[in-house]
């Protein structure tokens, strides 16, 4: 049999797009690149002690393991969450940046309730974390997102070009509308989409309403907590395709939210979740979900 020349079969870029066709990447066509946006890390390791009373899962958190999901997954790096179970030490998150300087962003937490909480998250973007996180509770304890000390915070998040992320229920969304409002050139994201009740559209437009804010993001994250349903969530994943049509999904971003309640869905199914399941993304949009908006946030 007549051999035939490997050049014969190769085409050019012109002569590719002369037959209307289009260089398209193979990994970009199985799977878009993946940053997760939201993930804890701990170890029980003396050097690092836990916050008095925390009660810790008896589960393996170790950046090692997780790198290992990565690595099998596919994703390129990740932003570590300051996990509750250290609270306002974030010592072992620092370590964790410093370990693998590539591979992670951090975002910490600080008292919000200390005077001191700037300059304390000043000392920790010099450390290395690139975002802070609060948490302001539905009930009293959470009134302190009204006080005083919030717009030094929020200011000097701005100043050291940081994001803010707010783990907040949707209630408490009027409360920091006036800071976003004050500083409006302040990335912030809200996480697992203010936890909205899949069957609340008052709810939901409260949450939607924000996106009137062109800096806010919100994480698209927790729909196997907040579904009624079984995998793939479709109750929750139509809230998710409406805030997609408020904010657009170029302010959408994934997260796995690992290893919290792995009981309800694996490291594997919450990666498949977002990148083959949720049919309503165009490729685009699913582009900006897995990788995009969490660039334009953290551009680690």
Same mark, same amino acid.
């Not at 992320?165 to 912030?188: A, F, G």
């Given at each position: 049999?007549?051999?035939?020349?490997?050049?014969?079969?190769? /085409?050019?870029?012109? @002569?590719?797009?002369?037959?209307?066709?289009?260089?398209?990447?193979?990994?970009?066509?199985?799977?878009?690149?993946?940053?997760?946006?939201?993930?804890?890390?701990?170890?029980?390791?003396? #050097?690092?002690?836990?916050?008095?009373?925390?009660?810790?899962?008896?589960?393996?958190?170790?950046?090692?393991?997780?790198?290992?999901?990565?690595?099998?997954?596919?994703?390129?790096?990740?932003? !570590?969450?300051?996990?509750?179970?250290?609270?306002? %030490?974030?010592?072992?998150?620092?370590?964790?940046?410093?370990?693998?300087?590539?591979?992670?962003?951090?975002?910490?937490?600080?008292?919000? @309730?200390?005077?001191?909480?700037?300059? %304390?998250?000043?000392?920790?973007?010099?450390?290395?974390?690139?975002?802070?996180?609060?948490?302001?509770?539905?009930?009293?304890?959470?009134?302190?997102?009204r006080?005083?000390l919030?717009?030094? !915070?929020?200011?000097?998040?701005?100043?050291?070009k940081?994001?803010?992320?707010?783990?907040?229920?949707?209630?408490?969304?009027?409360?920091?509308?006036? /800071?976003?409002?004050?500083?409006?050139?302040?990335?912030?994201?809200?996480?697992?989409? #203010?936890?909205?009740?899949?069957?609340?559209?008052?709810?939901?437009?409260?949450?939607?309403?924000?996106?009137?804010?062109?800096?806010?993001?919100?994480?698209?994250?927790?729909?196997?907590?907040?579904s009624?349903?079984?995998?793939p969530?479709?109750?929750?994943?139509?809230?998710?395709?409406?805030?997609?049509?408020?904010?657009? #999904?170029?302010?959408?971003?994934?997260?796995? %939210?690992?290893?919290?309640?792995? @009981?309800?869905?694996?490291?594997?199914?919450?990666?498949? !979740?977002?990148?083959?399941?949720?049919?309503f993304?165009?490729?685009?949009?699913?582009? @900006?979900?897995?990788y995009?908006?969490?660039?334009?946030?953290?551009?680690?």
């Amino acid at each position: 049999m007549k051999e035939i020349s490997l050049d014969l079969l190769v /085409l050019t870029r012109r @002569e590719f797009l002369a037959a209307g066709l289009e260089f398209v990447s193979i990994e970009d066509e199985v799977s878009p690149p993946i940053i997760d946006s939201h993930v804890h890390v701990w170890s029980r390791n003396p #050097a690092f002690p836990f916050a008095p009373g925390a009660i810790v899962p008896e589960i393996d958190a170790s950046p090692a393991t997780l790198l290992r999901l990565m690595e099998e997954n596919r994703i390129l790096k990740t932003v !570590l969450i300051q996990v509750i179970h250290y609270k306002y %030490d974030n010592h072992y998150l620092v370590d964790t940046l410093h370990r693998y300087p590539h591979k992670f962003a951090g975002v910490c937490r600080v008292n919000p @309730e200390d005077p001191a909480a700037p300059d %304390d998250l000043s000392r920790l973007t010099e450390e290395g974390c690139h975002g802070v996180r609060i948490s302001p509770a539905a009930d009293g304890s959470g009134d302190w997102i009204r006080g005083s000390l919030m717009k030094p !915070l929020w200011k000097r998040c701005l100043e050291l070009k940081i994001p803010m992320t707010l783990l907040l229920p949707v209630s408490r969304l009027t409360d920091v509308s006036p /800071l976003i409002e004050q500083h409006p050139e302040l990335k912030v994201v809200i996480d697992h989409m #203010a936890d909205c009740p899949v069957d609340n559209l008052s709810k939901l437009r409260q949450l939607n309403a924000m996106a009137r804010y062109p800096n806010v993001f919100v994480k698209i994250s927790h729909m196997w907590s907040l579904s009624r349903q079984p995998y793939p969530y479709m109750d929750a994943g139509h809230m998710v395709a409406r805030v997609r049509d408020a904010f657009g #999904a170029e302010r959408l971003m994934w997260g796995t %939210d690992w290893p919290i309640r792995p @009981e309800l869905l694996s490291y594997v199914k919450r990666v498949d !979740l977002y990148r083959k399941s949720i049919a309503f993304l165009s490729k685009k949009e699913r582009k @900006e979900v897995l990788y995009g908006t969490v660039k334009q946030v953290w551009p680690i």
